[in-house]
């Protein structure tokens, strides 16, 4: 298992950005969560096989409809803490 931690810059708020990263998020099985920052960026830590996070990362960028992302910055980790479900916060 690998883990990735996103922060996602843009027009990412108020869009139905968390709730979009969730869909993809369960459609790979990854698990983790998505939230919104003081500063209108995204939070997305999430968990599964390096294939589906490569996959899901390289959709972050591009988002909803609705949404205009800027820029992403991925940060590989070590899991901490081991996630059964996809939340947002």
């Not at 919104?36 to 988002?63: H, P, W």
């Not at 949404?67 to 479900?85: D, L, M, R, S």
């Amino acid at each position: 298992m690998k883990q990735v931690r996103l922060r996602i810059y843009g027009n990412v708020q108020g869009v139905g950005f968390r709730h979009w990263i969730k869909q993809q998020s369960e459609g790979l099985g990854l698990k983790g969560f998505a939230k919104n920052e003081a500063d209108r960026t995204v939070i997305v830590l999430a968990q599964g096989s390096a294939k589906n996070l490569e996959k899901f990362l390289k959709m972050c960028y591009d988002g909803p409809s609705f949404a205009q992302v800027t820029h992403v910055t991925p940060e590989w980790q070590e899991p901490q803490e081991i996630f059964t479900t996809f939340e947002i916060f």
